[in-house]
């Protein structure tokens, strides 16, 4: 259910705030994903990994607004100088590797019966109205329900740690763009 609703699927699990959803990209759910067309390794790849950041570029950030330089721009997300907000970047925690790995797999071997010759193995395809083209496009989508989802609980869980911390605070989301994606 995770893989077909994103962060909306999050939100009805209790995990953030229905008004997230109008800050996140495709109000938290990439439409058309094909939960069947991700492979039963990648699913368990990722089963323990939600909720958590991850390594490499990762990170979960306490950040200040030291200077604005679009004052109308800042005022529409209710930012002023010295507010501290978050920054979180992480993703499908595996999932998405691992699906671009198994495609991309697939799609070497096809390639010759589309009458497509690679000019390297990294550059793989396959035709987007193919049976493997609409898989590994429902399956990429999956994985980036599952980044909206994972992004989603970690802002829940980062407003409990805050809420006991600091009660005061407000911790609305801002924005929530995925990358390495394709539409």
């Known amino acids: 259910q995770m893989l077909a609703g994103g962060a909306r699927w999050a939100v009805e699990q ?61 005022a529409v997300f209710g930012l002023r100088e010295n507010d501290v907000v978050l920054g979180i970047h992480c993703g499908s925690r595996g999932l998405g590797h691992q699906i671009g790995t198994e495609f991309l797999r697939e799609m070497v071997v096809a390639a010759p019966s589309h009458g497509l010759t690679l000019p390297d193995r990294e550059l793989a395809c396959a035709p987007i109205r193919s049976d493997l083209g609409r898989d590994y496009l429902g399956a990429m989508r999956a994985a980036i329900n599952c980044a909206l989802a994972n992004r989603q609980i970690l802002t829940h869980f980062v407003r409990k740690v805050f809420a006991e911390l600091l009660p005061q605070a407000s911790l609305p989301v801002l924005y929530d763009v995925s990358h390495n994606t394709c539409k």
């Open 14 to 74: 209790g995990w953030g705030e229905e008004t997230d959803l109008e800050r996140i990209e495709e109000h938290g759910q990439m439409r058309d994903a094909r939960p069947a067309c991700v492979s039963a390794h990648a699913r368990e790849r990722q089963r323990d990994e939600m909720g958590t950041l991850g390594s490499g570029n990762h990170y979960l950030e306490v950040q200040r607004v030291a200077q604005l330089f679009d004052s109308d721009a800042a």
